[in-house]
């Protein structure tokens, strides 16, 4: 650090350039848009100088130009930048155009920035300015529907919980190594990062799709790569921005289960079709007709979500400095109590021009995201990723069917050794994580001023992740009281005894301490010329990175003094506490190039290449070259192009080679590691083991993709683009296990060797268009992805089921479901002996396809695993996305809605309690319309106690399309008219009423969706107030 | 110029700083090769890790043959007594991976830089586990794959071997366990393997070999081995001071006793892993888990009474069945009225697992309800269900310090070789080679320090088909839960039998019934025998009917589908419809 700090020190006062002098007069104007009305805040600079001005609220300016040749360039956000030249005249009013799709755009791509008429990969963008009304507590999940081929998966909706993203098809098997790279501001950085950014710091986001585009960040970038840029101050005057949203949120379905008077009779039902004694007595009977004391397990936990938020921007520069300063912060709260979730992130981006030629950029940004939540047994492992709260909250609905967790004076029931869940919440401690994020960079850049077009730059970039948890475990104190009923089903209010609750075993104090420090250090080489026609740019760049990670753990258990979240307070003695850690480092390092080539701007070319090195891998192993070429061919400038209604109309082609290192590490090195202790005589003793057959050649996996796409414009106003895929992943790294045999005793350590190909294709089309007072967009977006194993690992003698070459990662293999065994002459027509997992047929049974045996492909009359066949064109995941964003504005009005869909997904209803009729728990309420010899034509088979029939196994009874269309987003602003705004002395009024998540169409009538199973915490549905106020 | 220079001058000091190589780093989560082969303290934990690993820890007998059974709900069998065994149902092929482990240590140690006298009992112990892991697929399967060798990844091919057979395995077994004894120490640390565990082991092993499973024409040479080996295990353990406790009951609660050879340790809490009763104990002072362990009527049965005659259930009244039993009995039976056996119920109640007229109104008939009984405990509020249907739990090695919120804290130790083994695997070599004295006398010791009266403590038997059944019968009671049950039945050939001949072939209970007033049933420290008139007895039995297969489908095994699709040399036993003979 300190050396570096030299290095800027020396590279800012060795280099002194002197400006020029130049003679000099002033010019004034107006900037209208439109509608005539003056645009306060627009941009004005002298082309090509750091001379700039602002205009005032009357949309009015002054600027000191050259005498001769200067040009003006006027930009607003929102609107198209103009250019004026400035001639003889000195008095300039400029009218800005709302901004159309445009072709002259600039876009980030990998190092650097181009025309987006240049680009010749695959890449989408999205403005942070479509999101920033979106009340989501990650920046991962605005991105749902919003860029082709770019798969949003949220699912959980728990407070602070970040939706899962991926890019194109599905790379591997494998379920691990899936997330594409972030790099935030041009430095590598993690997912836990990009989602702690603030959408309003945030100007935009570009996702490098294709192989070749991403070829440019090498080993990591098979599975795409997102770019975010954070905003920048401009050149004007000071503008402060200030948004504040305020939510009521609602899960968005909640699955269904039967009254207490149902579920009674249902199991009563079920037991006397089986020969068993009821399960409820006559009085229990009558009793639960006419009471559901369960159900308050559920309606005391339960509580209005809500969510708001408040941002603070301020922003401005002079023609040396420029700055933008931004605090959030964010408040979530779940539907259930005690669980909640706060973030606060600060950010300020500083741009210097310490002379004409040097440059220097200073960002840094914190951000603390705290999670708090109740503690419970079942939710401690894995707090973090494990966004279901330990699945309670649906366990709420139907574990303890008819036990009320409270008497009516408020004390906490005991209902026995399963425990009171809504103790947990209330009493049974808190569990708090903290997360937090320094980010930090530090860039010059020099312009050597003898060789034009040739600058050279550094950047530093240090970061800390760190990470805090703390676990506070109680007992709560639960009240037994007098039972009614046979079997004492009937909970009375009268109190006859105290007992402490069984979890947690101990009372206990953890703190976790995880810490990652890293920084990134990036020398660059920039060279871009014009030659007449030749357009040329160059790049040439080393990074290198390092970083540790810093683990600890400490327990003590015990409160002998007070109850009180503080080790202070815990017991002192020795055998009450323990502590562990773990340490690792890691580094990695690059020589990267691009070139990129354009004649006349028609035809462009572009090659990279990134040379990798990184430690994962043995030293002969480490390095390897991911190399890309592109080119595009602007049609639309030849001279024979002649369509009239097509304005612009370019063709690409890529093809890159991209690698994917999230493979895990010292897997080249053989080793041991210690494994616990083993208690001998009276002293524990450590025990060692041999951590794995080791492979010295072990690289990373490679994606080689070829990508075609096509831009065009045409009718003023539409924007189309598509692209199409092949790619094809190799050297995927995984355990041959299944090819040895089981006596080899051992996991060969992965090798480099599967296969998976994957295509797809992406289209998005735009529309742009004013009528009068009226200005619409249209924008709408569609994918599809799918990809087939081609070689991977299978036992010698598996069946052609379960052997994944030639299949997609995703297929589906379960029993087919014939039928429910409807009738005794249903019944009779099975064969003599039939079984069904050595279970006997049953009227209102499910009934399976007999296809194979114990010989393949040969029916034997027993329904067992051997039967399980492959379902044809089903995907557990979505081939299919489409987004769809109208956006209209009238005077001040605008209305935003925005759809989002997936199709050609199955799932399985998945609850295992709910599958099987189980006959001490709540049934979901399907179970109503099951089979009785009274409705043998019911949707659903007989509830048959558990265990004793088979009806929940996997089949396509219980394989639904989960395709949805959701209404994700609908919004409605309000701006305050500008002449109304400047009487008030603000720049802008912003009233917004929107609802996210509002409605969703599908099939699949469960559970949410979107969430992976039954008691998956649900997206949440949000109603939300807002106002957004710039001065 | 001077710019340039200087330029040039901070380029210099920036190479410097990429000079330091990041792609230079150390894997601080790991112990090198060398450390291992050049540390005795680390080779040794090494070994340590073995023992975690396959020493076992069975504290929850399966379900799987008479002594125990989950009659809670459901059918609660296993697949052995439902009839739906199949080849996968008993899957013990996962112990490649130890035998890995140790075939690397056992090529690797000779060559370690350490001295030559750290090797001995290490490379010991570790020949030890190699035959106890052979020795336990042998036994389930027949003979198995024999490697020896740590295979090597870059030679796939020639790690796909075919099974050996039987016989091949059991003189690589006995090989390995010689060897062992000559370089273990003879007496180690309590817990660690030594020669009194390798010679009590081989013992067993032979009395297997000699046992009906695999000796189908009785091939009286192998009783004979089997016989000098336990003899000669015998001699050992006496002169290192082990013998029979003289307290059965406190076998478990005074740990670390004479009687323990071969152990599991466990100590709470400085030493992390308790084990888990929660299964074991009544659910009321029980947490989240229940069903193990619970003795059938069959096994309560088979206790003898004090004065050794046998209780005959023909004669004698349930009512009274815990009374004048011998002290095996109430060292392992908890039944309704027995005194407390764990700690919640110390100084406040008796086992209480009667049926009672619950809604205190005879004419609604309801008393008791099924699947529990409602207990009138001073920690519950007489609700609470105990779901043991056979209405007895088990007492014997349950932890009496833990409570309802620590069960998973057990700390008795689990002995999985003890001198009774030894004795009496000699007793049924002896029987078999012609030594009925020897075989009777085993008998009188074990049935005297189970506290039976008598000259010949109840023992009629005299010639060696009753000797054998004796013998039978007292390893029934004198191991119930150490998990020897099952694997005796099969070695017996008598598995089929056995659960044949239970009446209607179901598993038993007991249902005590209160017959006097609700409000006078008995509670708390009660004396049992003073209220024993109000009750009444009758026999239970499970909610299916065990359903067995042929004997030879118990004998061995059949190899799982998974282990036969991974290697297509492996042969089927011809049990099984394959072409592997086990008795090869």
Same mark, same amino acid.
């Given at each position: 650090m300190k050396t570096l700090l030299k290095v800027f020190l020396l590279l800012m006062f060795s280099i002194v350039s002197t400006a020029g002098i130049y003679a000099q007069r002033t010019v004034t104007g107006t900037v209208t848009d439109q509608d005539r009305q003056p645009v306060p805040g627009a941009n004005i600079v002298v082309k090509g100088t750091q001379t700039g001005a602002t205009t005032d609220a009357n949309g009015k300016y002054t600027i000191t130009v050259p005498t001769t040749g200067a040009t003006l360039v006027v930009s607003f956000v929102g609107y198209t930048t103009q250019e004026v030249a400035v001639g003889n005249s000195s008095v300039i009013n400029v009218t800005l155009q709302t901004e159309a799709v445009s072709l002259e755009e600039v876009v980030v791509v990998g190092y650097g920035t181009q025309k987006k008429s240049s680009v010749t990969g695959a890449l989408t963008s999205m403005k942070a300015e479509d999101v920033k009304f979106i009340p989501v507590p990650a920046l991962s999940n605005t991105l749902a529907g919003r860029l082709s081929g770019v798969y949003v998966t949220q699912r959980s909706g728990a407070p602070g919980f970040a939706a899962s993203i991926r890019v194109r098809a599905i790379n591997t098997w494998k379920s691990t190594g899936l997330d594409p790279l972030y790099v935030i501001d041009g430095i590598v950085s993690d997912k836990r990062a990009f989602d702690a950014l603030d959408v309003s710091a945030v100007d935009n986001i570009t996702v490098l799709k294709d192989a070749a585009s991403g070829a440019i960040y090498g080993a990591r970038a098979a599975n795409g790569v997102i770019l975010v840029t954070t905003k920048t101050g401009n050149v004007g005057k000071f503008q402060l921005n200030y948004n504040y949203s305020y939510s009521f949120d609602q899960p968005s379905k909640i699955p269904s289960y039967v009254d207490a008077k149902d579920m009674v009779r249902l199991m009563n039902d079920a037991r006397a079709n089986e020969n %068993? #004694? #009821?399960?409820?007595?006559a009085q229990e009977v009558a009793f639960f007709n006419e009471n559901d004391p369960a159900r308050a397990w559920y309606t005391l936990a339960y509580k209005d979500p809500t969510l708001q938020k408040h941002s603070l921007t301020a922003s401005g520069g002079t023609d040396k400095v420029k700055y933008f300063l931004a605090g959030t912060f964010f408040d979530q709260t779940a539907f259930i109590k005690n669980a909640d979730y706060q973030r606060y992130t600060f950010r300020s981006n500083i741009d210097v021009d310490f002379t004409k030629n040097l440059k220097g950029i200073f960002n840094v940004a914190y951000s603390q995201g705290t999670k708090t939540r109740f503690v419970m047994q079942e939710d401690n492992v894995g707090f973090d990723t494990n966004a279901d709260f330990g699945a309670l909250w649906g366990r709420l609905l139907y574990y303890l069917p008819t036990v009320p967790p409270k008497t009516k004076d408020g004390k906490f029931i005991d209902p026995g050794w399963i425990g009171n869940m809504l103790a947990f919440v209330e009493e049974g401690g808190m569990n708090t994580r903290i997360e937090r994020n320094v980010d930090m960079l530090l860039g010059l850049t020099y312009n050597i001023p003898f060789v034009d077009g040739l600058s050279v730059s550094g950047k530093f970039a240090p970061k800390y992740a760190g990470m805090t948890m703390k676990q506070y475990e109680l007992k709560t104190t639960l009240y037994q009281v007098k039972k009614l009923g046979t079997n004492s089903a009937i909970y009375t209010d009268e109190i006859t005894g105290t007992i402490k609750s069984a979890y947690p075993n101990k009372e206990r104090l953890v703190r976790v301490q995880e810490a990652t420090q890293s920084y990134q250090l990036n020398f660059a080489a920039n060279y871009a010329k014009k030659f007449g026609q030749h357009d040329i740019n160059a790049v040439l760049v080393y990074e290198q990175s390092e970083g540790n990670y810093d683990y600890f753990y400490g327990l003590r258990e015990g409160f002998p003094l007070l109850q009180k979240d503080q080790f202070w307070a815990t017991s002192a003695a020795r055998t009450d506490g323990q502590v562990s850690g773990t340490e690792s480092e890691f580094g990695r390092a690059s020589f990267i190039g691009r070139l990129a080539y354009s004649f006349g701007d028609k035809y462009f070319i572009n090659a990279t290449a990134r040379r990798d090195g990184s430690m994962l891998f043995a030293p002969d192993k480490r390095w390897g070259t991911f190399p890309s070429v592109s080119a595009g061919w602007m049609l639309s400038r030849e001279n024979f192009f002649k369509v009239s209604f097509i304005d612009d109309l370019k063709l690409r082609a890529s093809w890159g080679l991209a690698g994917n290192d999230?493979?895990?590490?010292?897997?080249?090195s053989e080793s041991f590691a210690t494994a616990g202790d083993y208690l001998l005589g009276t002293a524990a003793q450590p025990r060692v083991r041999y951590s794995g057959i080791i492979n010295p050649d072990l690289t990373w996996e490679k994606t080689s993709e070829l990508n075609v796409g096509i831009d065009a414009r045409f009718l003023k106003g539409i924007m189309f683009s598509a692209e199409y895929y092949k790619r094809h992943n190799y050297d995927i790294l995984d355990s041959r296990i299944l090819s040895l045999p089981n006596s080899f005793g051992g996991a060969m350590p992965p090798v480099n060797y599967g296969i998976v190909d994957g295509q797809g294709v992406e289209l998005e089309l735009g529309y742009v268009g004013n009528k009068g007072d009226f200005s619409y967009q249209i924008k709408g977006n569609f994918g599809y992805s799918v990809n087939k194993v081609i070689l991977r690992d299978v036992a010698q003698n598996v069946r052609a089921l379960d052997d994944p070459n030639g299949k997609s990662t995703d297929y589906i293999r379960c029993l087919v479901a014939t039928d429910i065994i409807r009738t005794q002459a249903d019944l009779d027509a099975l064969p003599a002996g039939y079984t069904i997992y050595g279970l006997k047929p049953k009227l209102g049974m499910i009934n399976f396809e007999d296809v194979s045996g114990v010989t393949d492909g040969v029916a034997d009359g027993k329904i067992d695993s051997y039967d399980r066949q492959i379902i044809e064109g089903s995907h557990a995941l979505a081939p299919y996305m489409v987004g769809l964003n109208l956006s209209v504005n009238w005077k001040g009005f605008g209305i935003d809605v925005f759809l989002q869909g997936i199709t050609g997904v199955s799932k399985f209803y998945n609850d295992g309690y709910g599958r099987r009729f189980f006959d001490g728990a709540r049934p979901p309420s399907?179970? %109503?319309d099951s089979w009785s010899p009274d409705n043998t034509d019911a949707a659903y088979p007989r509830p048959i106690t558990w265990d004793r029939s088979m009806d929940h196994l996997e089949s396509t009874f219980w394989l639904k399309n989960s395709s949805y269309l959701r209404l994700q987003y609908l919004n409605f602003t309000y701006s305050l008219p500008k002449s109304l705004c400047q009487k008030i002395k603000i720049a802008d009024v912003t009233l917004i009423l929107s609802g996210t998540n509002l409605f969703t169409m599908t099939k699949f009538d469960y559970f949410d969706p979107s969430g992976s199973e039954m008691r998956s915490y649900p997206t949440m549905k949000s109603f939300t107030m807002g106002a957004n106020i710039t001065f | 110029m001077k710019t340039l220079k200087r330029l040039i001058g901070s380029v210099f000091i920036l190479l410097c700083f990429i000079g330091c190589d990041p792609l230079s780093k150390e894997n601080l989560g790991a112990i090198q090769t060398e450390d291992v082969w050049g540390n005795p303290a680390v080779a040794e934990a090494y070994v340590n890790d073995i023992y975690g690993s396959l020493m076992p820890a069975d504290w929850n007998t399966p379900r799987w043959d008479d002594q125990s059974n989950d009659v809670n709900g459901g059918d609660g069998l296993s697949a052995y007594l439902k009839g739906s065994m199949t080849v996968d149902t008993y899957n013990g092929y996962d112990n490649y991976a130890v035998i890995r482990r140790i075939n690397i240590f056992l090529a690797g140690i000779d060559a370690a830089t350490f001295a030559d006298a750290n090797k001995q009992s290490l490379k010991g112990q570790m020949l030890f586990w190699r035959a106890w892991v052979y020795f336990a697929a042998v036994k389930a399967y027949g003979g198995v794959e024999l490697v020896l060798e740590p295979g090597d990844p870059a030679n796939?091919?020639?790690?796909f071997i075919p099974r050996s057979s039987t016989s091949a395995c059991m003189t690589q077994i006995l090989k390995d366990l010689d060897a062992a004894i000559e370089l273990l120490e003879n007496k180690s640390v309590i817990g660690r393997v030594d020669k009194c565990v390798g010679m009590s082991f081989k013992g067993r092993v032979l009395l297997y070999w000699a046992s009906p499973q695999f000796n189908r024409t009785n091939d009286v040479a192998r009783w004979t081995a089997a016989y000098e080996a336990n003899k000669a295990a015998l001699a050992f353990l006496d002169a290192q001071g082990k013998g029979l406790y003289s307290k059965y009951r406190e076998l478990w609660l005074d740990e670390m006793n004479k009687e323990v050879i071969m152990v599991r340790r466990y100590q709470y809490p400085s030493f992390a892993n308790g084990y888990s009763q929660a299964c074991m104990r009544p659910l009321l002072y029980a947490r989240g888990c229940v069903g193990s362990n619970y003795p059938t009527l069959e096994l309560v049965d088979a206790y003898a009474m004090k004065d050794g005659s046998k209780w005959d259930p023909a004669t004698m009244d349930y009512k009274t069945f815990f009374q004048n039993r011998e002290g095996r009995f109430y060292a392992s039976i908890a039944y309704n009225g027995s005194a407390p056996f764990i700690s919640p119920m110390f100084g406040n109640e008796n086992m209480w697992t009667y049926f009672y007229d619950l809604d205190n109104n005879a004419a609604t008939g309801i008393n008791g309800k099924e699947a529990s009984a409602a207990n009138k405990s001073v920690f519950g509020?007489?609700?609470?269900?105990?779901?043991s249907h056979s209405g007895f739990y088990p007492?014997?090695?349950?932890?009496?310090?833990?409570t309802r919120t620590t069960v998973e804290d057990g700390q008795v130790d689990w002995i999985e070789i003890r001198y009774a083994e030894v004795l009496m695997n000699m007793a049924e070599a002896a029987n078999e080679t012609g030594k009925t004295a020897e075989a009777l006398d085993v008998l009188y010791k074990i049935r005297q320090r189970a506290g039976i009266d008598g000259p010949t403590y109840g023992v009629t038997a005299s010639s060696a088909a009753d000797i054998r059944k004796a013998i039978q019968d007292e390893r029934f009671v004198e191991f119930a839960f150490e998990g020897k049950r099952f694997w005796d039945l099969r070695r017996w050939r008598i598995f089929t039998s056995t659960m044949n001949a239970l009446k209607d072939s179901y598993l038993h209970g007991l249902r005590m019934e209160w017959n006097g007033p609700t409000a006078n049933a008995p509670d708390r420290l009660t004396d049992i025998n003073t209220v024993l008139d109000q009750f009444s007895a009758s026999v239970i039995n499970g909610y299916a009917k065990v359903v067995v297969l042929d004997e030879d489908k118990y004998s061995f095994f059949g190899i799982p589908k998974a282990i036969l699709e991974r290697n297509s040399k492996i042969e089927q036993n011809n049990t099984w419809g394959g072409a592997f003979d086990p008795l090869k």
């Open positions: %068993l #004694p #009821p399960a409820y007595d999230a493979v895990g590490g010292w897997r080249w399907f179970w %109503l | 796939i091919e020639a790690t509020t007489g609700a609470e269900n105990l779901f007492a014997k090695m349950m932890d009496q310090t833990i």
